[in-house]
């Protein structure tokens, strides 16, 4: 089965940097995208960013500028470069990976969320 293990959350002041880590396990041919989302209290999931296998980005409006994604694919390893963090990025973060390829399907799997916290 594969897996999505996260690494790298904690509690950080705020204009501080924290790096973000996602690694893929199992029997996995290929992966497509992936990408962060992030979950605040009392709000919906929200993509952060994605990359593709050939290295194309897609951020949000509020990660651009202040995010780096990337994705080292020997590894099925994804990475997150988060600086200038500000409260309001305060949120469980979610290893997201699409277009798995697993014995010829192509899957999609969600990781168990990092917390990120950064205070005032």
């Known amino acids: 089965q594969v897996q999505l293990v996260e690494s790298g959350g904690g509690l950080v002041q705020a204009g501080g940097s924290l790096r973000l880590s996602c690694a893929a396990s199992?029997?996995?041919?290929?992966?497509?995208?992936m990408g962060w989302y992030r979950q605040a209290p009392g709000k919906e999931r929200e993509l952060v960013a994605t990359i593709t296998s050939s290295g194309m980005t897609n951020y949000a409006d509020s990660a651009k500028g202040r995010f780096t994604i990337s994705r080292d694919n020997a590894k099925n390893t994804v990475y997150l470069q988060m600086n200038s963090l500000k409260p309001e990025d305060t949120a469980v973060y979610y290893c997201?990976?699409?277009?798995?390829?697993?014995?010829?399907?192509?899957?999609?799997?969600w990781g168990q969320g990092t917390l990120v916290t950064v205070s005032s």
């Open positions: 199992g029997s996995i041919f290929s992966i497509r995208t």
């Open positions: 997201n990976a699409q277009g798995v390829v697993v014995a010829a399907l192509h899957l999609e799997f």
